[in-house]
């Protein structure tokens, strides 16, 4: 028999009172990412808010979640759905103010939560005063010293400093018409060209983040994602790269423009600085998240070193296809790599910038993490739901990105009409179609836009989903919202479960994931057929139907299992 609920659910009373004590919650946490834009509108305006996110709070909390990680929410002209910053200390009027931002990190401390919030220190947008200054001055202004500008190559400076090429497509650099109305110099942006990156080499700009990492910190945030945490430091030079067709070179290389040995630098300093608020407010250690975009999982540790980052995005494991072999290595690379530094794993299998899990185990293997095509539903939850048992097993920290415990799909058929992903109209670059993946997401079987808010959605949500809602699963034995709240509870009892930084290997047959932590067994089938295994003990949760008979466990198709092998 398969069991879908834990013996006893976890109790969040005393929350609030013991785990905010502990400095290092994060090594174990499960931390829940909002994308504002899209998890709830307060106003009825179509667009998700801060006040729609506090609305929610409580639904995160019984979900079982340690901490909320929310998206930009800064004053932006959302030209890149709010990763280009124009003001880092004030809240984009499209999600409130810095009193909605106050009562929301009130609220969720009250309920047990933690909030870490993104911070983009790679790029701010062009409308940032110090970009817009820089412009108005002319060459030589002190401003420009801030970004970089370049003088451009060919006779009249007519080309592009080097050959870099954006993440979004096209060259990495933008010409600038001069006060005087002639072209002049070229500007980088990485990104979209709405997005100029910061020369970190001026000392200017690692004041001013150290300041704004003080605002929010005063704030009570207790923590910070920093986003492209890889590209901040620039090779001297700024060399050509020599080749086209980059993206394709990303995470296999390290590239001049991305994963320089000068990043750890400034992260040594800002680490000073958030261990002066380690235990400022009650809420124990704050922390920092790095994206950072390795070529090796040992480059990604060189982040999180005792004196730098608390943790970084574990993308090989997110890239890594639904095969054990795969998975297995992926693990015990993670884990080793972890090790040395004394830093926890992450684990994650969804976000704001890839395709949803649902649909990319709905699809057959090698398509990479942004795919067009909504392969067999059927087949993609299945799996998805199996992937999350087994992530939710690992030693160390997990995440979630919202509405995945809901089983969403990705959105693969928008209309081209209401895309908004930048990269989707430039040419030779990410694939854009991160839309998708941000649909908002469904609360109620009626309304609008289920729940969402009372006047429709930015991105339109398929008739589907009033099934898919959060009304619709609540207390219905084994839908995926349920086996997600089994299995945080499960994960918060279990002392097994979390913390540690190993996994010891049972025998399994091909195709099959087995391991043992303490008295906790998962085992993972990532076949196609049925297979039978030893019955370990009492089942804690399943992700399928498991029938046992006479010692053995007969595992589905794509299922994962947890024993307790105490009684």
Known sequence: MSQQQPAA?????????VA?????????????????????????????DLEGVRSRLPYLRDLGADAVWLSPFYASPQADAGYDVADYRAVDPMFGNLLDADALIRDAHELGLRIIVDLVPNHSSDQHEWFRRALAEGPGSPLRERYHFRPGKGKNGELPPNDWESIFGGPAWTRVTEPDGTPGEWYLHLFAPEQPDFNWEHPAVGDEFRSILRFWLDMGVDGFRIDVAHGLVKADGLPDLGAHDQLKLLGNDVMPFFDQD?????????RTILDEYADEGGTGGRIFVAEAWTPTVERTANYVRPDEL?????????STEWDAGELRTVIDRTLEAMRPVGAPATWVLSNHDVTRHATRFANPPGLGTQIRTAGDRELGLRRARAATLLMLALPGSAYIYQG????????????????????????AGQDGFRDGCRVPIPWTRTGTSYGFGSGGSWLP?????????????????GSTLELYRAALAVRRSQPDLGEGDAVEWLRAPEGV????????????????ESVTIPAYGRVLLASGEVTEADGDAKLPADTTVWWSTQD
């Not at 659910?9 to 009172?17: G, I, K, L, R, W």
């Not at 905010?20 to 998700?48: E, K, L, T």
């Not at 415990?405 to 040419?427: C, I, K, N, T």
């Open 9 to 17: 659910p976890a109790d969040h009373s005393t929350v609030a009172t």
């Open 20 to 48: 905010d004590r502990r400095r290092d919650w994060w090594r174990d946490a499960v931390i829940y990412q909002v994308y504002p834009r899209s998890f709830a509108d307060s106003n009825g305006d179509g667009m998700g």
């Open 262 to 270: 000068g990043v750890h630098a400034i992260y040594r300093q800002w």
């Open 310 to 318: 608390h943790q970084a995005f574990n993308f090989q494991y997110l």
């Open 404 to 427: 995945e415990e809901l089983g969403l799909p990705d959105v693969v058929d928008l209309p081209d009409e209401v895309r908004q992903d930048p990269a989707y109209f430039r040419g």
């Open 461 to 477: 949500q398929p008739a589907g989903w009033a099934e898919l809602s959060v009304e619709a699963q609540t207390g219905v034995p």
């Open 513 to 528: 994931v087995a391991f043992r932590r303490g008295a906790f067994v998962c085992v993972a089938n990532t076949t196609g």
